[in-house]
């Protein structure tokens, strides 16, 4: 029987395979590994079996488990939401179709450089977020504030750990920047960033914006993963804007 994805780990730390497999021709033994720890990873498993259409769905699971954002009524954007694991967790805790009777009825809206299949409750649009304009783009869709901006963009790997790391945090910037256009005041912003130093400048205007600023990795993130999720919550307003807050200030 599969272990649950806080099951016990062998001496050496690492999962028990269960599934071996063998290098067909013409693969690559770096594919042959990857598919052989996609077969044994007990969240892959369980996302199959509950209907997610992917492990991510875990990750932004666990994190709402601990910080509480994705609540009833709650306005969501998701950035970056392919293949909409994401998005299908947020439908079902802001109550998106309703289906909570008598709890306020929230809204998802999903934006990805590639075409989503259809999502129950969620509105989808296909858009390179980095372009011109795009930001603009998604608020007119939005039509008013939001209280939670997610972010799962992530750039493709170049194969260089230094340059992927630069790439993903410029992406997490640009949604930041978003993030301060459309929350709500007490809003919430997650998104994923990989460990490198780089992301420091991006902390530092984080905790200007917002009350409280924590760097996660929840259980259902590889250990052998550099990515981390940075959860800031109860947005001040726009860092040097009129009202906003500095970290200093409240010294």
Same mark, same amino acid.
């Given at each position: 029987?599969?272990?649950? *994805?806080?099951?016990?780990?062998?001496?050496?730390?690492?999962?028990?395979?269960?599934?071996?497999?063998?290098?067909?021709?013409?693969?690559?033994?770096?594919?042959?590994?990857?598919?052989?720890?996609?077969?044994?990873?007990? %969240?892959?498993?369980?996302?199959?079996?509950?209907?997610?259409?992917?492990?991510? /769905?875990?990750?932004? #699971?666990?994190?709402?488990?601990? %910080?509480? +954002? #994705?609540?009833?009524?709650?306005?969501?954007?998701?950035?970056?939401?392919?293949?909409?694991?994401?998005?299908?967790?947020?439908?079902?805790?802001?109550?998106?179709?309703?289906?909570?009777?008598?709890?306020?009825?929230?809204?998802?809206?999903?934006? !990805?450089?590639?075409?989503?299949?259809?999502?129950?409750?969620?509105?989808?649009?296909?858009? !390179?977020?980095?372009?011109?304009?795009?930001?603009?783009?998604? $608020?007119?869709?939005?039509?008013? *504030?939001?209280?939670?901006?997610?972010?799962?963009?992530?750039?493709?790997?170049?194969?260089?750990?230094?340059?992927?790391?630069?790439?993903?945090? /410029?992406?997490?910037?640009? /949604?930041?920047?978003? =993030? +301060?256009?459309?929350?709500?005041?007490?809003?919430? +912003?997650?998104? $994923?960033? #990989? /460990?490198?130093?780089?992301?420091?400048?991006?902390?530092?205007? #984080?905790?200007? =914006? +917002?009350?409280?600023?924590?760097?996660?990795? *929840?259980?259902?993130?590889?250990?052998?993963?550099?990515?981390?999720?940075?959860?800031?919550?109860?947005?001040?307003?726009? *860092?040097?804007?009129?009202? =906003?807050?500095?970290?200093?200030?409240?010294?």
């Amino acid at each position: 029987m599969a272990k649950t *994805p806080s099951g016990n780990t062998s001496g050496r730390g690492q999962r028990d395979l269960k599934v071996r497999v063998k290098t067909a021709k013409g693969r690559k033994l770096s594919s042959t590994l990857w598919l052989e720890r996609q077969l044994n990873d007990p %969240y892959v498993a369980r996302a199959r079996k509950e209907g997610y259409r992917g492990r991510a /769905a875990y990750k932004i #699971l666990e994190l709402d488990d601990r %910080y509480r +954002f #994705l609540v009833p009524g709650a306005r969501v954007v998701d950035l970056g939401c392919a293949p909409g694991g994401w998005c299908q967790v947020a439908v079902q805790r802001v109550n998106a179709l309703g289906e909570k009777s008598g709890k306020a009825v929230g809204r998802v809206l999903g934006v !990805d450089l590639q075409e989503v299949d259809p999502i129950a409750g969620v509105e989808l649009h296909q858009l !390179d977020f980095l372009e011109d304009d795009a930001d603009q783009k998604v $608020k007119d869709w939005l039509g008013g *504030p939001a209280d939670v901006v997610m972010s799962d963009m992530a750039a493709a790997s170049s194969g260089h750990k230094g340059t992927d790391h630069l790439r993903i945090v /410029a992406l997490c910037e640009a /949604a930041a920047e978003f =993030a +301060f256009d459309v929350l709500e005041e007490g809003g919430t +912003f997650v998104a $994923k960033v #990989l /460990a490198g130093g780089a992301e420091n400048e991006l902390q530092a205007i #984080l905790k200007r =914006a +917002f009350t409280k600023v924590a760097n996660v990795k *929840p259980p259902a993130s590889r250990s052998d993963s550099s990515e981390k999720f940075v959860v800031a919550t109860g947005f001040r307003g726009r *860092p040097g804007a009129a009202g =906003a807050v500095d970290e200093e200030d409240l010294g």
